[in-house]
């Protein structure tokens, strides 16, 4: 089983580029979220999609975009990269009912984009 | 405001012994608290997830504990193993922020199991 697959595992860019992290759940998971995690911080939501055809800004939106592209891929991008993105990227998918989270659903997580700006 | 806050931050144990890692949070109200392992360059995985009524849940080796009236929660590790070795963290989630699946993450605790 794949679960959450995203690519690339790790980028570096220049100052200003511009770049799309990729993620793509097999679950059949509604709900999808992309988190930073920086070292002596926990993990932030940057941007998160309750359903297909949704898109709501986390804790740290400013500086990135996302696309709910269909119900499997959901993916992060970078417009004008900065230094302070630097950061490991990752992306996670649950099943969206309001009482299944509610009791407890699981979110299960990508294995992590690792990016530098320089 | 929500936090979650874990200790100790760091931990190193021999093989075979037995710890436990402590969770605090002041997340209200609260829904339900979860405990994830992260291994080195990898996601996180859960282990448990206890909700409101539930006071301890074991997966293998690991148990953990909550205590909803003083906000805390424990994940005990039973006759640790090298493949232990790795960051856990506790992650909480309010009932108002559970619609839209928010978490409230811990920075973790990285434990170290030494032969």
């Known amino acids: 089983n794949a679960g959450v697959t995203q690519t690339p595992k790790f980028q570096v860019l220049k100052t200003g580029q511009s770049m799309t992290l990729q993620c793509a759940q097999d679950m059949n998971h509604n709900s999808m979220y992309w988190y930073r995690q920086d070292p002596g911080m926990g993990l932030r939501l940057i941007y998160y999609?309750?359903?297909?055809?949704?898109?709501d800004k986390g804790e740290v939106p400013n500086g990135y975009n996302v696309s709910r592209l269909n119900k499997r891929e959901f993916s992060l991008r970078l417009e004008s990269a900065a230094p302070s993105q630097t950061s490991v990227y990752f992306c996670?998918?649950?099943?969206?009912?309001?009482?299944?989270?509610?009791?407890?659903?699981?979110?299960?997580f990508g294995e992590g984009s690792w990016l530098t700006v320089v | 405001k929500n936090q979650v806050e874990q200790s100790p931050q760091s931990l190193i144990i021999l093989e075979g012994k037995n710890c436990t890692l402590q969770c605090n949070y002041t997340v209200s109200p609260f829904s339900n608290l979860r405990w994830y392992k992260q291994d080195t360059g990898r996601g996180p995985v859960s282990l448990t997830i206890?909700?409101?009524?539930?006071n301890t849940k074991s997966n293998g080796r690991y148990t953990a504990t909550l205590d909803a009236d003083t906000k805390q929660s424990s994940l005990h590790i039973t006759a640790s193993q090298l493949s232990d070795s790795a960051s856990y963290i506790c992650?909480?989630?309010?009932?108002?922020?559970?619609?839209?699946?928010?978490?409230?993450f811990g920075q973790g605790t990285t434990l170290q199991v030494k032969p």
């Open positions: 996670a998918s649950s099943e969206w009912r309001h009482a299944t989270l509610r009791s407890g659903n699981t979110i299960y």
């Open positions: 999609s309750a359903s297909e055809g949704t898109t």
């Open positions: 992650v909480v989630s309010a009932f108002s922020d559970s619609n839209t699946g928010k978490l409230i």
């Open positions: 206890m909700t409101f009524s539930e």
